[in-house]
């Protein structure tokens, strides 16, 4: 009987250390599943950065040659600003000056199929995100806060700002000063 009992003794022992081992091995195979699980998440969430990455670097490699390229512009602009109106314009000047407005449109055409876009400045309400006041306008006549001059052009590229307006927003007349 003795023999018995220890045999049942021995079998409960080896039945316990089963069950402890079985149980172990499930915990183990659930954490390496969580962490399967966990490594294809990174995996995923790194070929999405790759690829948004990969597309900025498309959709705004160019940028710095986008900064450096308005300047021409920007100087086209002023050229043809220069102009006097009054002046005496024989048919060469007046070739030439059309053949500057055709330069200027195929530049801003050329600009906007690259997603470069000028910001409308004049008669907005002035926004830090797009806009940089170089001055303030004494006025009556217009709204405080509201944009009247455009010093140098701004410009976004897709969604990004590329260069803000420079401009000169409008503030109310200081009243001691009117008193005077």
């Known amino acids: 009987m003795e023999q018995n009992s220890t045999v049942a003794n021995d079998t409960d022992a080896d039945n ?58 920007d100087n086209l602009s002023r050229a043809l600003d220069a102009i006097p109106k009054d002046a005496e314009k ?37 926004d830090h995100n797009f806009h940089q006041a170089m001055m303030e306008i004494e006025s009556e006549e217009v709204e405080e806060g509201i944009v009247i001059q455009e010093i140098q052009s701004g410009y976004n590229m897709h969604d990004r700002l590329l260069r803000p307006s420079m401009v000169g927003v409008a503030k109310k007349p200081n009243k001691d000063e009117k008193k005077k």
């Open 16 to 73: 316990e250390k089963q069950n402890e081992l079985e149980e172990n091995l499930r915990d183990e195979i659930e954490q390496l599943r969580d962490e399967k699980l966990r490594l294809l998440a990174d995996m995923e969430n790194l070929r999405k950065r790759s690829d948004r990455d990969r597309m900025d670097s498309i959709r705004y490699g160019n940028i710095n040659f986008a900064r450096d390229i308005l300047s021409l512009g």
């Open 90 to 126: 024989t048919e060469t000047i007046t070739n030439l000056i059309n053949g500057l407005r055709m330069v200027q449109r195929e530049f801003t055409s050329i600009l906007e199929k690259h997603g470069i876009k000028k910001i409308e400045a004049l008669n907005q309400r002035f």
